[in-house]
Every structure is written in structure tokens, then in C-alpha cells.
T-cell receptor, first 113, second 111 residues
Framework: DAGVIQSPRHEVTEMGQEVTLRCKPI?????LFWYRQTMMRGLELLIY????????DSGMPEDRFSAKMPNASFSTLKIQPSEPRDSAVYFC???????????FGSGTRLTVV | SQQGEEDPQALSIQEGENATMNCSYK?????LQWYRQNSGRGLVHLIL?????REKHSGRLRVTLDTSKKSSSLLITASRAADTASYFC???????????FGTGTRLQVTL
């Protein structure tokens, strides 16, 4: 997990509040991915970036979700307004090419009450 | 939606035994990867097998790939209690960069 730092590790928020999840990848990657993991739906790809440019956001569930990558060392995933069904573990991962494995962060466990 | 389905969903074995997990996928792939996830942690990359490879080894891990059947298997030999985790297969379809995960197998290794 050392290659990707996610914060916060845990987040509990009330329905309707804005939530921002952060990801700081260590350099050397060219792709960054946001995944969501739930018991019901497993691991879902939300969005990914190549060289800081969003390539595919078809997995973003609704307009309430948005992601940015202003530079190679930082990305955010924002949910506004949050809903209880957004409760999940959100992972950030980085990749260096098509034929290499990804490096995952430790995840942010989000609970919306 | 998941690209892969893993079988079995859960597996319980004793230390020293071998564990075999299977993965089936739906579309053509560039490569297939296996990951491990310990409880409450992120996923850790174990091994990658390219679509033109049939078998690959890494330590106690052996992965096979049958593209005609769209299936792969992960064998962990001489399992240890520390191997207790969930194991996921993931595929890279075609030339797309994105990795799509299967449903996972929960492995429990008891002493």
C-alpha cells in the first residue's frame, strides 16, 4: 500500500453533506483509478485517468459524484450530496502500463448515516 | 458490472493443503491478474498472465489461463494461515487500460 496514500481512512457523515476523498499516488504511474467496494456489488470501477486526463467515467453512479486530478500527485473524489447508499470502501489505485499490476491504497471507509 | 466470476465463493482448508480458485470471464482479454485482499486492507497484486501465456509460476502460486474457455485458475500450494484472505481475478479487456474485477473467493486456512 505504500505507493498510494488515501485519506481519510474512515469517514462518517450525515446524509446530504459533501464528502471529499483524497488520493496521493507516489510518482512513476501514468494511470489512476477510483474503485468502490460493497458487499452487494463487489469492486466497481468508477473513473480512471491517464496522464491526469479523465478517460472513462462511465462507472460514476450519478451526477452527485465527481473526480479531479489536478496533477500527477493528487486526485479527489467528491460526493455532493451524500446518501446512505454511498456507504462503501473507496479505493484509489495506480498503474504504469497495460501489462503491469496496479498498486492500491488502503481505502477510505465511508459511512453515510 | 463484474467481468469475472470466481468459484468457489468461499473455501476452507487446513494449513499445508493446496487451494485452487477458478475464474471465468466474458470478453476477450489482454491479460488476467490475480489480487489478494486481507480484511480491511487494499488489494495486493499477486501475478499477471498475458493472453498468449498458458501457465505462470511465482513462488507457491501457479496460475493457468485457458482463453478458449475464458477461464483461469489460481493454485496456492502448501497453504499457510497467513494466506487467509479474499482472492480476486481481474481482467484487462482488449486495449483498454481499465481493470475489471471478479466477485472474489474467500479463503480460510486453519491451523
Amino acid at each position: 500500500d505504500a505507493g498510494v496514500i488515501q485519506s481519510p481512512r474512515h469517514e462518517v457523515t450525515e446524509m446530504g453533506q459533501e464528502v471529499t476523498l483524497r488520493c496521493k499516488p507516489i510518482s512513476g504511474h501514468n494511470s489512476l483509478f477510483w474503485y468502490r467496494q460493497t458487499m452487494m456489488r463487489g469492486l466497481e470501477l468508477l473513473i480512471y485517468f491517464n496522464n491526469n486526463v479523465p478517460i472513462d467515467d462511465s462507472g460514476m453512479p450519478e451526477d452527485r459524484f465527481s473526480a479531479k486530478m489536478p496533477n500527477a500527485s493528487f486526485s479527489t473524489l467528491k460526493i455532493q450530496p451524500s446518501e446512505p447508499r454511498d456507504s462503501a470502501v473507496y479505493f484509489c489505485a495506480i498503474g504504469t502500463g497495460l501489462n503491469y499490476g496496479y498498486t492500491f491504497g488502503s481505502g477510505t471507509r465511508l459511512t453515510v448515516v | 458490472s463484474q467481468q469475472g466470476e470466481e468459484d468457489p465463493q468461499a473455501l476452507s482448508i487446513q494449513e499445508g493443503e493446496n487451494a485452487t480458485m477458478n475464474c471465468s470471464y466474458k470478453t476477450s482479454i489482454n491479460n488476467l491478474q490475480w489480487y489478494r485482499q486481507n480484511s480491511g486492507r487494499g488489494l495486493v497484486h499477486l501475478i499477471l498472465i498475458r493472453s498468449n501465456e498458458r501457465e505462470k509460476h511465482s513462488g507457491r502460486l501457479r496460475v493457468t489461463l485457458d482463453t478458449s474457455k475464458k477461464s483461469s485458475s489460481l493454485l496456492i500450494t502448501a497453504s499457510r494461515a497467513a494466506d487467509t484472505a479474499s482472492y480476486f481475478c481481474a481482467t484487462v479487456p482488449g486495449t483498454a487500460s481499465k481493470l475489471t474485477f471478479g466477485t472474489g473467493t474467500r479463503l480460510q486456512v486453519t491451523l
